[in-house]
């Protein structure tokens, strides 16, 4: 430096660039804030003090600072008195309201704002009713806040101040998107995106794909959303800025679509920032997502602590609007609970009219479904209602006149409720509100007392709902998202029991199970990067696979692979419109039962109920509890998971079978007992809830019987009467509009499924897989595919021309995330996601491995596991065991199961034959052959040999080609 003194306004001129810079980028601009503030500070400069700390403060606001943030626009303002310029302290003043009101005090944001306002002219007055216009966002009054917006904007326009144009069509939007004007959403964000781009914006950019996510969240089109937020992660996350809203939208998201575990982990992220940040204006807006997160996830009480602690705070921030929101959940959760709320009729009266008056669609439409039901079972008066128990009957009461004498509140209240909601069904608004919309529709046809109109309106929900789902490719989506439909179908369930008809009762029985898997399913395009996050994740699991204790870092990478595909997947868009088959028809369904019987299982609240079609006759009859029901199931299967422990002492496994037969028996006389229609004949189970997991075998009327099961009896039907192609293989069903509607799998003109190639793979680390695995090649004179050979890729080619495939392996269900089930092969494990990808699949499939056939069970009997994806693929029958299986144990029951296959009997009968030919051997070869079940058509042979063939001969023949089979005692489980 040459010690010459610098120039008077060189502060200014670099207080000024601070200001520019931190408009640019606030992260990278707030070293320079900080030199120009210290800087013109020292040189007593009050102007450029001021701007500078301005600038300070306002970086300080984008990276969570807010107490820092306050105290430097508090300087900047005072040093704008200190200058004699009343509008920079003004236009430091709208800056420190905004921070005034990340910290929850919107009301004292609206009054420094409102204060700074007289002194400001022109752009800096334009801004500040910018700042003005977010309050009342924030608070709730979306109308006074559009109409700042456009008064500023204006301004804006006029003098081509990009930068704030930028800004206040991003903040626009936001109110926008909130009063479902999408169209409108959207423009304003393309829009500031294209002048983010111009005026080099990158972060900006990263923050209004992070607001587009949050639109396209409300509009209902999930993947979009998807990809939205994951590229605002991206962007935000690189420049190290505030990523708590963010995470709140992700769990709106997540919410919209019922995954409901992941929704609360993205709040509990968006509070956990919110606080460190000290915004605290947000939390009690993630607290109101948690307390739906929890009603939908079956926690109410947990709901009803975060719902009070939201109305507490949203309370002490004098948000009306938000408030009456937070009441709407406390209200909700106490219905969920089983609570009965008692309120005064006008404390319900201004929450719907305060939710309808926000314009919130969605709240509004909730809040008079809500209030409609809490005036019909409580009939409120006002002389006797109990006190308010969300502790603000007060607040609610504010500016509504007293109404002394008021008549009681009587069905017509709650008339009108219902009437103001079932108009959303008529709206054009997102597919969730006009479902809504229906089930309040159907509600006051209830109330009217016409039953046909209950169940016209439950339709239409259903089908809007289920076109809102066809959008989504990815199937945990489309899964999770059947939550929705719960109201409906319970309803147009309970109205189907009231009517007492089987043959109505049998169609709503349908309505509500399964209703994913009656979809095409969506087949993943060929994706590279899809495709080495798979073979990554195979490698990682076949290195834990090696492993008595895994390392940390190594289950940190598996979950990191796993998070990524899963979120790389649900970007996968569906075709919309696609709509589910309907349900089948008592008659179609007597045509392709013939001398079969089917019984479907159905819950109505408590209880168990059957209905049973047997030759074209339905009939219904309650059996008794559910819970029953699952409490023996538990005892049956841990008796037979004793049975198969290896090297079990003698009194355990006496002890074990008093246990499995007792249980057994006990649920043969709730289940079946009562149904004396079905006779001996071959049966059809459709199970719900814990039935899914029930080893059928055991049941003492069921031994030597053949049954097969299926998620739904719609699902049978398709399975057991559509053609089948040339060589046996499935068709691929994406492009169709439902299974089987476009050449899928099932019979031939002969009644014999095609025959097509046979397949037997060996995994690895299991014994007895490779003896069995040629066992089954040689019965079926199929291809063997065991050691290196039997890679995931192999596997893939070979299922997919293969007519009949038996894979025996290690199996594992991931109860978290069930399309990370699947079997190990040589190169790592065969998932779920992995079968979603194949272009064919095998008409019938032996899994022989641990819990294969066991599903995840979803809200509407959804099912989701490996069994499923290859019958959402279009395989028609599998079996596979609902039950660990011991390794060795498991081999003498296949062999028999395939020699009775290829001898021409349908798998359900020859799995059958097979467990009641080895019932009396090994206590080990008994359970493992409990274990499996026959799922899917079960009827259709698979190969056409002489029916007068002697099994045994064939099993003489084989063994001797491929050796000894090994002995049962010992070894591994699959």
């Given at each position: 430096m040459d010690g010459s003194p610098e120039p008077a306004d060189a502060p200014l001129a670099e207080a000024e660039a601070a200001l520019a810079a931190v408009d640019r980028d606030p992260v990278s601009g707030l070293p320079a804030a900080e030199r120009a503030a210290r800087r013109a500070a020292r040189a007593g400069h009050a102007v450029a003090a001021s701007t500078a700390e301005r600038a300070w403060g306002h970086a300080l606001l984008h990276v969570g600072e807010l107490d820092n943030a306050v105290r430097h626009l508090s300087r900047?303002?005072?040093?704008?008195?200190?200058?004699?310029?009343?509008?920079?302290?003004?236009?430091?003043?709208?800056k420190l309201a905004f921070a005034i009101l990340q910290r929850g005090r919107p009301q004292a944001a609206l009054r420094e704002i409102d204060a700074a306002l007289p002194d400001l002219t022109g752009m800096a007055a334009a801004r500040a009713r910018a700042q003005r216009a977010i309050v009342l966002h924030v608070i709730g009054r979306l109308d006074e806040s559009l109409a700042e917006f456009e008064v500023a904007l204006q301004v804006l326009r006029r003098h081509a101040d990009l930068l704030g144009v930028q800004r206040m069509l991003i903040n626009r939007a936001l109110v926008h998107s909130d009063r479902h004007a999408f169209a409108a959403a959207e423009r304003d964000l393309l829009e500031a995106e294209t002048l983010a781009r111009e005026l080099g914006r990158p972060l900006t950019i990263g923050l209004i794909a992070n607001n587009l996510g949050l639109m396209e969240t409300l509009r209902g089109d999930v993947p979009a959303a998807l990809r939205h937020l994951d590229r605002a992660e991206r962007i935000i996350g690189a420049h190290g800025a505030q990523l708590g809203t963010l995470h709140?939208?992700?769990?709106?998201?997540?919410?919209?679509?019922?995954?409901?575990?992941?929704?609360?982990?993205?709040?509990?992220r968006a509070v956990d920032a919110y606080r460190r940040e000290r915004r605290s204006l947000k939390v009690p807006e993630v607290q109101v997502l948690l307390a739906q997160a929890e009603i939908l996830s079956g926690d109410p009480v947990a709901a009803l602590g975060h719902a009070r602690a939201a109305l507490r705070r949203f309370?002490?921030?004098?948000?009306?609007?938000?408030?009456?929101?937070?009441?709407?959940?406390?209200?909700?959760?106490?219905?969920?609970?089983?609570?009965?709320?008692?309120?005064?009729?006008?404390?319900?009266?201004?929450?719907?009219?305060?939710?309808?008056a926000a314009g919130w669609p969605a709240a509004a439409l909730d809040a008079a479904i809500v209030a409609a039901q809490v005036t019909a079972e409580r009939r409120v008066r006002r002389d006797e209602a109990e006190p308010d128990p969300t502790g603000d009957a007060g607040d609610a009461r504010a500016?509504?006149?007293?109404?002394?004498?008021?008549?009681?509140?009587?069905?017509?209240?709650?008339?009108?409720?219902?009437?103001?909601?079932?108009?959303?069904?008529?709206?054009?608004?997102?597919?969730?509100?006009?479902?809504?919309?229906?089930?309040?529709?159907?509600?006051?046809?209830r109330a009217e007392g016409d039953a046909r109109g209950v169940l016209a309106a439950v339709?239409?929900?259903?089908?809007?709902?289920?076109?809102?789902?066809?959008?989504?490719?990815?199937?945990?989506?489309?899964?999770?998202?059947?939550?929705?439909?719960a109201d409906l179908v319970a309803l147009g369930l309970e109205v189907a029991f009231e009517a007492g008809r089987p043959d109505g009762l049998l169609e709503w029985s349908e309505r509500a199970r399964a209703s994913r898997l009656l979809a095409a399913p969506v087949r993943p395009p060929d994706d590279p990067a899809l495709t080495a996050l798979l073979a990554r994740l195979r490698s990682v699991t076949r290195d834990l696979a090696g492993q008595a204790a895994a390392p940390a870092p190594l289950l940190a990478r598996q979950a990191d692979l796993e998070r990524r595909i899963r979120d790389h997947s649900r970007r996968l868009a569906g075709t919309p419109g696609d709509a589910p088959a309907a349900p089948v028809t008592p008659r179609d369904l007597a045509a392709s039962l013939g001398p079969w019987a089917?019984?479907?299982?159905?819950?109505?609240?408590?209880?168990?109920?059957?209905?049973?079609?047997?030759?074209?006759?339905?009939?219904?009859?309650?059996?008794?509890?559910?819970?029953?029901?699952?409490?023996?199931?538990?005892?049956?299967?841990?008796?037979?998971?004793?049975?198969?422990?290896?090297?079990?002492?003698?009194?355990?496994?006496?002890?074990?079978?008093?246990?499995?037969?007792?249980?057994?028996?006990?649920?043969?006389?709730?289940?079946?007992?009562?149904?004396?229609?079905?006779?001996?004949?071959?049966?059809?189970?459709?199970?719900?809830?814990?039935?899914?997991?029930?080893p059928w075998s055991l049941l003492p009327s069921c031994a030597g019987r053949p049954v097969t099961v299926a998620p739904s009896a719609t699902l049978w039907h398709l399975a057991r009467t559509r053609p089948a192609p040339a060589d046996g293989t499935d068709g691929d069903r994406s492009g169709g509009a439902g299974p089987g509607r476009d050449g899928g799998v099932g019979l031939g003109r002969d009644g014999v499924a095609a025959g097509g190639r046979v397949v037997a793979v060996a995994g690895p680390r299991l014994p007895a897989a490779g003896p069995e695995a040629a066992a089954v090649g040689a019965i079926h004179d199929g291809a063997v595919l065991a050691g290196a050979a039997a890679s995931v890729e192999a596997v893939s080619a070979a299922l997919a021309q293969a007519g009949l495939a038996h894979l025996a392996a290690h199996g594992h269900l991931s109860a978290e995330n069930p399309l990370f089930s699947g079997i190990a092969l040589a190169d790592g494990p065969l998932m779920a996601y992995d079968v979603e990808r194949l272009p064919r699949v095998p008409h019938t499939l032996v899994l022989a491995a641990c819990d294969s056939g066991r599903s995840v069970v979803r809200t509407g009997d959804e099912l989701m596991g490996l069994a499923v994806a290859f019958l959402a693929r279009g395989t028609?029958?599998?079996?596979?065991?609902?039950?660990?299986?011991?390794?060795?144990?498991?081999?003498?029951?296949?062999?028999?199961?395939?020699?009775?296959?290829?001898?021409?009997?349908?798998?359900?009968?020859?799995?059958?034959?097979?467990?009641?030919?080895?019932?009396?051997?090994?206590?080990?070869?008994?359970?493992?052959?409990?274990?499996?079940?026959?799922?899917?058509?079960?009827?259709?042979?698979?190969?056409?040999?002489?029916?007068?063939?002697?099994p045994s001969r064939d099993a003489s023949r084989d063994r001797a080609a491929i050796g000894p089979m090994p002995a049962p005692s010992g070894g591994p489980a699959r």
């Amino acid at each position: 430096m040459d010690g010459s003194p610098e120039p008077a306004d060189a502060p200014l001129a670099e207080a000024e660039a601070a200001l520019a810079a931190v408009d640019r980028d606030p992260v990278s601009g707030l070293p320079a804030a900080e030199r120009a503030a210290r800087r013109a500070a020292r040189a007593g400069h009050a102007v450029a003090a001021s701007t500078a700390e301005r600038a300070w403060g306002h970086a300080l606001l984008h990276v969570g600072e807010l107490d820092n943030a306050v105290r430097h626009l508090s300087r900047a303002a005072a040093w704008g008195v200190r200058a004699g310029r009343a509008d920079l302290a003004a236009e430091a003043r709208y800056k420190l309201a905004f921070a005034i009101l990340q910290r929850g005090r919107p009301q004292a944001a609206l009054r420094e704002i409102d204060a700074a306002l007289p002194d400001l002219t022109g752009m800096a007055a334009a801004r500040a009713r910018a700042q003005r216009a977010i309050v009342l966002h924030v608070i709730g009054r979306l109308d006074e806040s559009l109409a700042e917006f456009e008064v500023a904007l204006q301004v804006l326009r006029r003098h081509a101040d990009l930068l704030g144009v930028q800004r206040m069509l991003i903040n626009r939007a936001l109110v926008h998107s909130d009063r479902h004007a999408f169209a409108a959403a959207e423009r304003d964000l393309l829009e500031a995106e294209t002048l983010a781009r111009e005026l080099g914006r990158p972060l900006t950019i990263g923050l209004i794909a992070n607001n587009l996510g949050l639109m396209e969240t409300l509009r209902g089109d999930v993947p979009a959303a998807l990809r939205h937020l994951d590229r605002a992660e991206r962007i935000i996350g690189a420049h190290g800025a505030q990523l708590g809203t963010l995470h709140q939208d992700r769990a709106e998201l997540l919410l919209s679509v019922g995954l409901t575990a992941e929704a609360k982990a993205a709040a509990a992220r968006a509070v956990d920032a919110y606080r460190r940040e000290r915004r605290s204006l947000k939390v009690p807006e993630v607290q109101v997502l948690l307390a739906q997160a929890e009603i939908l996830s079956g926690d109410p009480v947990a709901a009803l602590g975060h719902a009070r602690a939201a109305l507490r705070r949203f309370r002490a921030q004098g948000r009306r609007e938000w408030t009456e929101l937070a009441r709407l959940s406390v209200l909700s959760a106490q219905r969920a609970a089983g609570q009965r709320p008692r309120l005064p009729g006008e404390v319900i009266d201004v929450m719907v009219a305060t939710l309808d008056a926000a314009g919130w669609p969605a709240a509004a439409l909730d809040a008079a479904i809500v209030a409609a039901q809490v005036t019909a079972e409580r009939r409120v008066r006002r002389d006797e209602a109990e006190p308010d128990p969300t502790g603000d009957a007060g607040d609610a009461r504010a500016g509504v006149e007293p109404a002394a004498g008021r008549r009681s509140r009587t069905a017509d209240v709650a008339a009108g409720y219902l009437s103001r909601a079932a108009a959303a069904s008529r709206s054009r608004g997102p597919a969730l509100v006009r479902a809504r919309g229906w089930y309040a529709r159907a509600l006051q046809r209830r109330a009217e007392g016409d039953a046909r109109g209950v169940l016209a309106a439950v339709r239409t929900g259903l089908r809007v709902l289920d076109e809102h789902a066809s959008a989504m490719g990815a199937t945990d989506l489309r899964v999770h998202a059947a939550a929705h439909r719960a109201d409906l179908v319970a309803l147009g369930l309970e109205v189907a029991f009231e009517a007492g008809r089987p043959d109505g009762l049998l169609e709503w029985s349908e309505r509500a199970r399964a209703s994913r898997l009656l979809a095409a399913p969506v087949r993943p395009p060929d994706d590279p990067a899809l495709t080495a996050l798979l073979a990554r994740l195979r490698s990682v699991t076949r290195d834990l696979a090696g492993q008595a204790a895994a390392p940390a870092p190594l289950l940190a990478r598996q979950a990191d692979l796993e998070r990524r595909i899963r979120d790389h997947s649900r970007r996968l868009a569906g075709t919309p419109g696609d709509a589910p088959a309907a349900p089948v028809t008592p008659r179609d369904l007597a045509a392709s039962l013939g001398p079969w019987a089917l019984v479907e299982y159905v819950r109505r609240g408590a209880d168990l109920h059957a209905l049973t079609v047997v030759d074209g006759r339905v009939a219904v009859r309650r059996l008794g509890a559910t819970a029953e029901a699952a409490d023996l199931i538990e005892r049956l299967t841990f008796a037979v998971r004793r049975d198969a422990r290896p090297y079990a002492r003698p009194e355990a496994l006496a002890a074990s079978a008093a246990l499995r037969d007792a249980a057994a028996a006990r649920l043969d006389a709730l289940l079946l007992g009562p149904l004396a229609e079905i006779g001996d004949r071959p049966l059809v189970v459709v199970p719900t809830g814990p039935l899914h997991s029930m080893p059928w075998s055991l049941l003492p009327s069921c031994a030597g019987r053949p049954v097969t099961v299926a998620p739904s009896a719609t699902l049978w039907h398709l399975a057991r009467t559509r053609p089948a192609p040339a060589d046996g293989t499935d068709g691929d069903r994406s492009g169709g509009a439902g299974p089987g509607r476009d050449g899928g799998v099932g019979l031939g003109r002969d009644g014999v499924a095609a025959g097509g190639r046979v397949v037997a793979v060996a995994g690895p680390r299991l014994p007895a897989a490779g003896p069995e695995a040629a066992a089954v090649g040689a019965i079926h004179d199929g291809a063997v595919l065991a050691g290196a050979a039997a890679s995931v890729e192999a596997v893939s080619a070979a299922l997919a021309q293969a007519g009949l495939a038996h894979l025996a392996a290690h199996g594992h269900l991931s109860a978290e995330n069930p399309l990370f089930s699947g079997i190990a092969l040589a190169d790592g494990p065969l998932m779920a996601y992995d079968v979603e990808r194949l272009p064919r699949v095998p008409h019938t499939l032996v899994l022989a491995a641990c819990d294969s056939g066991r599903s995840v069970v979803r809200t509407g009997d959804e099912l989701m596991g490996l069994a499923v994806a290859f019958l959402a693929r279009g395989t028609s029958q599998l079996v596979a065991s609902v039950l660990p299986i011991p390794d060795a144990a498991t081999t003498p029951v296949m062999v028999a199961f395939h020699e009775r296959l290829a001898a021409g009997r349908p798998p359900a009968a020859a799995l059958a034959e097979a467990q009641r030919a080895v019932r009396g051997d090994d206590p080990r070869t008994a359970a493992a052959a409990a274990g499996f079940v026959c799922i899917g058509a079960g009827a259709v042979p698979v190969r056409s040999r002489d029916p007068e063939r002697d099994p045994s001969r064939d099993a003489s023949r084989d063994r001797a080609a491929i050796g000894p089979m090994p002995a049962p005692s010992g070894g591994p489980a699959r």
